[in-house]
């Protein structure tokens, strides 16, 4: 198929839809693009899987949500919904980093049928802390950013990365290239203060409902800091069976190699229940 899109509710998302064999689903994370889950990497396609990636509302070549609240875990797992509904996928295997991991546990708890096998990358919600005003400032304070002064306004708000001297300047460059990809910037903000306000479950506790082959990868705090390891190690250890991938001592984030994790992401497929 190639590019394409498909359309809920008056929102169009944009996706690609390449190869053939088992369906795999990427999902990114807030602020980023359908490009930044495996990125760039082809060897899902090339090893036998059809995979979809597509660009979260509001991000990258989709629609702004009608309402500027819309960006919510219900929201993002009804368009989810819809990808799958309008391709013809009855089951996939769902891969998602952060928001578009929340979103797949999202669709796993709300309808388990669809959900063929899990890889859950670099978790962030804690139900725990959700609600903390402070952590909430500091996204309103993004999303003013870029609102008013766009990706220098971003990165002002941001500030210092947290991390190691070696990643720092990558780790800006990246944030650059992710926000100057998107058609709507505005709607980054919308999502930058509406997505983090949103719970996807209530408590941990309710993973254990899911019963399908699950991976969950959690990068180290020093290279990831917003995305606690101890959080990762949570959700695998709240869901049965789950397997957890860390990151080896002295490499990058597996979340960070495209080439590892779809070894990852294939190793959980030839696992899943599809068909």
Not at 175 to 197: F, K, M, T, Y
């Amino acid at each position: 198929m190639g590019e394409g899109s498909i359309e809920r509710a008056g929102v169009r998302l944009a996706l690609d839809d390449a190869g053939d064999g088992i369906p795999v689903v990427l999902l990114h994370g807030l602020t980023a693009t359908r490009r930044y889950v495996v990125m760039g990497s082809r060897s899902l396609e090339r090893s036998g899987h059809r995979v979809v990636a597509y660009d979260a509302r509001g991000h990258g070549q989709s629609a702004p949500a009608p309402d500027p609240t819309a960006y919510g875990y219900e929201d993002l797992g009804r368009d989810l919904l819809a990808v799958l509904d309008g391709l013809g996928i009855e089951r996939a295997v769902l891969a998602g980093a952060s928001m578009g991991a929340h979103t797949l546990l999202w669709l796993a708890l709300n309808a388990p049928r669809r959900t063929g096998g899990l890889v859950v990358i670099t978790p962030a919600y804690d139900p725990a802390t959700n609600d903390d005003l402070r952590r909430l400032e500091r996204w309103d304070a993004l999303a003013d950013g870029l609102e008013r002064r766009g990706i220098e306004g971003f990165l002002a708000a941001y500030g210092d990365p947290n991390v190691p001297d070696a990643l720092h300047d990558s780790v800006i460059t990246v944030i650059r290239q992710r926000l100057s990809l998107h058609e709507h910037p505005g709607a980054v903000a919308d999502a930058l203060r509406a997505v983090p306000r949103s719970r996807p479950f209530g408590e941990l506790s309710e993973l254990g409902a899911i019963d399908v082959p699950v991976t969950v990868v959690a990068s180290n705090d020093a290279a990831d800091p917003g995305h606690p390891q101890e959080i990762g190690e949570a959700y695998a250890a709240a869901i049965p069976g789950a397997r957890l991938v860390l990151d080896e001592p002295g490499r990058s984030p597996v979340a960070w190699q495209g080439s590892q994790l779809s070894k990852v992401i294939a190793e959980l497929a030839a696992r899943a229940e599809i068909g």
